[in-house]
């Protein structure tokens, strides 16, 4: 599917109990996600966490609210734009106080969690078909001003026609796909925006329909669906997320044998219709980590004479302490919280924590999960019993006390939550249904929203201006970081397999020294700086250190050398199968029996004749055509084989015996063709482990560690 799509609260659960969002503003550049929340307490009034919670912060009443709830949480300077109603962070950039609206940061985080899952797939994520799944309880004034920082970020895309499985739009349910008469709208129609529930909804029938209804019980039909139209099954799906829990009840039903031979879709089977939803914006996982925080803070007063500050250091470290203990407890009956230097005189703190006493805090949270239940239900016009199927997901479906409450609140019995169903995968079911949805498969309308849009040059201005301003950041640290490496390879030069070849080491010491202290004393250097001290290094010590660095030029023309002499033998001893078109069988078998081989000489330490049988397997490989499904899986399975096995022997002929000196050219033509092989195999099974860690080892060892991360 080429589709993209922004799950969960704009990206899928990562983690339960509870997911952070955090933008950091450092002096020059923007951090976004993981390192953001790494490095959050070392700079609390430039990091926004929870970015999708502030869309509903309209003025100073909602913010109080917002840190009314998240008192563990850091908070920076706010201020509000009466005009566009949303709130605007004074961060420092750039060495002085900036003001950022939230559409500008939004536009920012979703810009750049595009470009993040651009790197995982290793090629741009088009943004033709994008979707983006946020809150349930989100209003079309905040849908609205996601869809203007999906503007601001250039997130455009292209309507894909319903191939709708309900088959029940009504003509508005189209328009408000911006679809009529199959027509495709503007490129500049902005991504499809939907609701987190109706994003899992539709990642359930897309899924499930129509094979799963044969597989449920045997539900009650209700006067209004008549028996000519089949049986109907109901079905009801929990969500327990990280800030708010939604519960929707649907109805299935059989369409008329006659309507499904006109559509000819298997999925236009089934009709899902859906009888409610409601969503509770103040219950989710992390009110039951806050109920815990709270406890805590509680017993270090009570105990210790302390108190923890709202919004301090100290209370996300205590957040984070107690989201661990959380997490333990979903599995143990009894846990420690410690955390390490919390208290004065940098004593640590260590409290026990049971289950039963977690449930306890708790007891509030449980009575709104039942009423929500409960509401669900009264409004949908179902009883549980009629219910055929109930599926929970979510971070917080892992707490114990929430299966518990569910079976109760359903069945009158907390000890029967294994008719609870765990069909669709908490981290992904989001993004997945939004994807369906991009591409055409909906079940659900997307959210329908006014064609008018608030257009701002100065929001565009200021986007700019950051946007600009952090690539020459970038661009700078590039350059002092290209230095930096530069001085230890040479520094492991030193001691090298070459060390003989330098005439004054300790001139060639004392020089390293001078622009390591360089470095360390001019950490605000600008681009040119660097670039001029640099490239004074650098000549320098080629012009002291001429035979070592002709030394190491030799050494990898000769490695070259070798390289082609054996892809030429390698070429010749194949050319004259190669040249003759075989039958895939002789090809498959050929390429095995080269891969078979190239095993036993890697074996017995022979790598670079058996580079050459890994190559020859995969020349006979490309000589396939037209095949069969089981001959394309035997295919597939040889070239995974030989990638992997030829990214792991030139990590071998890459290898140094001293891994303190700097790569040779010819170490480093190794690596990025080990890094090639990789991806080739990544190609060939994209989740193969084995490809993406010997891909990150290549890239360390290529020092780029950026690249050795995704």
């Not at 078909?129 to 946020?134: D, I, T």
């Not at 649907?250 to 009709?271: C, F, G, S």
């Not at 996982?285 to 105990?303: E, F, M, R």
Request: aromatic share 6%.
């Amino acid at each position: 599917m080429g589709e993209a799509s922004l799950g969960g609260d704009f990206l899928g659960l990562r983690f339960v109990p509870v997911t952070l969002f955090e933008m950091r503003c450092a002096s020059f550049h923007r951090l976004v996600g993981e390192e953001a929340e790494a490095r959050a307490t070392s700079n609390l009034r430039n990091t926004i966490s929870h970015l999708p919670l502030w869309v509903a912060v309209k003025d100073e009443a909602s913010l109080e609210k917002l840190k009314t709830r998240f008192p563990f949480s850091s908070f920076p300077a706010v201020s509000f734009d009466s005009r566009r109603r949303e709130p605007v962070f004074t961060v420092a950039f750039d060495g002085e106080s900036t003001q950022v609206g939230l559409t500008v940061v939004l536009a920012h985080f979703l810009k750049t969690v595009v470009s993040f899952a651009g790197t995982s797939r290793g090629r741009a994520v088009e943004t033709r078909a994008l979707a983006v799944a946020l809150p349930s309880s989100f209003s079309t004034e905040e849908m609205s001003l996601v869809r203007e920082a999906c503007d601001l970020a250039c997130l455009s895309r292209l309507v894909v026609p319903e191939v709708a499985e309900s088959g029940d739009a009504t003509d508005s349910d189209k328009n408000a796909a911006g679809e009529a008469d199959g027509e495709k709208v503007d490129p500049t129609a902005g991504p499809l925006l939907l609701t987190r529930a109706d994003a899992l909804l539709n990642c359930w029938g897309c899924k499930h329909l129509p094979q799963v209804y044969a597989e449920l019980p045997a539900g009650v039909c209700t006067p209004e669906s008549g028996d000519e139209e089949g049986e109907v099954k109901f079905v009801a799906l929990v969500d327990v997320g990280f800030a708010e829990t939604s519960v929707q009840v649907a109805e299935l039903r059989p369409r008329a044998e006659k309507d499904v031979n006109e559509r000819q879709k298997i999925q236009d089977q089934i009709v899902m219709n859906r009888l409610s939803v409601v969503v509770d914006d103040a219950l989710g996982t992390v009110d039951a980590i806050n109920a815990l925080a709270t406890h805590v803070v509680g017993a270090v007063k009570t105990k210790y004479g302390e108190d923890v500050a709202p919004h301090s250091k100290r209370a996300l470290r205590l957040f984070a302490g107690c989201q661990r203990a959380v997490k333990d407890l979903s599995g143990l009956p009894d846990t420690t919280l410690a955390l390490e230097g919390f208290l004065q005189d940098e004593m640590d703190l260590v409290l026990p924590v049971s289950r039963d006493l977690f449930e306890q805090l708790c007891a509030p949270l449980k009575e709104r999960l039942s009423s929500l239940v409960a509401r669900a239900f009264a409004t949908a016009g179902v009883t549980p019993a009629q219910v055929s199927g109930v599926d929970v997901v979510g971070g917080g479906s892992r707490i114990p006390f929430v299966a518990a409450t569910l079976s109760a609140s359903l069945w009158g019995n907390a000890s029967d939550s294994a008719r609870l169903r765990r069909t669709l995968d908490g981290n992904s079911s989001v993004a997945v249904g939004a994807c369906f949805a991009a591409s055409g498969r909906r079940y659900l309308p997307p959210f329908a929203l006014p064609e008018s849009r608030l257009a701002d040059g100065a929001l565009e201005a200021l986007a700019a201006r950051l946007e600009e301003t952090e690539a020459k950041e970038l661009a700078r640290c590039a350059v002092r970081n290209a230095m930096e490496s530069y001085l230890f390879q040479m520094q492991g030069a030193l001691s090298g397999a070459h060390a003989h070849l330098f005439t004054d080491k300790e001139a060639i010491h004392s020089l390293l020294r001078q622009a390591e202290d360089w470095l360390l004393d001019h950490p605000d250097a600008d681009t040119t700086a660097f670039e001029t001290q640099f490239g004074a290094l650098k000549a320098t010590l080629e012009e002291q250190c001429r035979s070592y660095f002709e030394a190491v030029q030799r050494e990898k023309e000769q490695k070259e050398r070798e390289l082609e002499e054996a892809a030429r033998v390698a070429a010749s001893n194949a050319q004259e199968d190669l040249d003759v078109k075989l039958p895939n069988s002789q090809c498959i078998k050929r390429a095995k029996k080269n891969k078979d081989e190239g095993n036993e000489l890697f074996r017995d330490g022979n790598t670079e004749m058996a580079v050459q049988r890994y190559i020859k397997a995969l020349q006979y490989t490309a000589k396939l055509f037209d095949l069969s499904p089981q001959d394309a899986a035997e295919a597939t399975a040889v070239k995974l084989a030989c990638n992997l096995n030829l990214a792991q022997a030139y990590l071998k002929l890459a290898a140094s015996g001293d891994p303190k000196a700097p790569l040779s050219s010819t170490q480093e033509t190794f690596l990025k063709k080990a890094v090639s092989c990789c991806d080739a195999a990544l190609e060939a099974d994209s989740n193969s482990l084995k490809a993406a860690y010997r891909r990150a080892l290549a890239n360390e060892k290529l020092r780029d560690f950026d690249a050795a991360l995704v």
